[in-house]
């Protein structure tokens, strides 16, 4: 049983080799390249992510990067109102892919449905009018940047996103960027944990158990 186990338990944590694209290694640094590929291990195993790197060390373009590697055909970015462009710029510097961009700035904006990547901020998403534009397409992959702004489970603009009818549900893949994921206490990040890693949670515990247990 024990050689059996740690077998798994070797298989599980165990890097899947990548290659990473010649345009990208001039881009990334040593870590940066290290980091794509433990993404890409996590994609290749079924896992959601969380990438907690300190601020200013490049979680936009490693996640950019692994856009790239699973050649999705429609991604949805939530990020704050002052970093969309930004992301806009990181992905054209990466992808190789011929994407339609579209930024979303204000609540009168309609979706574009044609467009690849979809960027919006989570300030917007609280609104009916965005929210239900956004619910009604499918995504390859969702990505939560500065995902601490979703750790209060009673803000709308964590309904909007993490309940059984928010945006979640519409994505093959989440995943989530984040310096700071627990910002005050230990319970701030079962919300996180819950939608990356459902198989790891729901099974074992609930919010409650959570809270007493770590918290």
């Known amino acids: 049983y024990d050689a059996a186990f740690a077998r798994v338990l070797n298989d599980f944590t165990k890097p899947v080799e990548m290659t990473v694209p010649t345009a990208l290694t001039g881009e990334l640094r040593p870590y940066q390249q290290v980091g794509l590929r433990w993404l890409w291990t996590n994609v290749s195993k079924g896992f959601g992510s969380c990438m907690a790197d300190d601020m200013g060390l490049g979680k936009t373009i490693q996640a950019a990067g692994l856009i790239d590697r699973i050649k999705a ?7 704050l109102a002052s970093l969309k462009i930004n992301w806009e710029r990181e992905i054209r510097d990466v992808v190789h892919q011929d994407y339609k961009y579209q930024i979303l700035f204000k609540v ?33 992959v969702i990505i939560l940047d500065e995902a601490h702004n979703l750790s209060n489970m009673e803000a709308q603009r964590s309904k909007n996103v993490y309940s059984n009818t928010g ?26 944990l819950k939608v990356l890693a459902p198989e790891c949670i729901e099974p074992y515990t609930n919010y409650e158990d959570y809270v007493v247990r770590y918290c």
């Open 167 to 192: 945006l979640i549900r519409c994505a093959d893949r989440v995943y989530a960027l984040t310096g700071t994921p627990v910002r005050n206490r230990p319970k701030d990040f079962y919300i996180m």
């Open 108 to 140: 009168a904006d309609k979706v574009d449905e044609s467009a690849n990547v979809i960027i919006c901020n989570y300030d917007l998403i609280i609104h009916k009018a965005i929210k239900s534009q956004l619910t009604k397409l499918h995504y390859d």
């Open 73 to 79: 055909k429609r991604v949805l970015i939530l990020t």
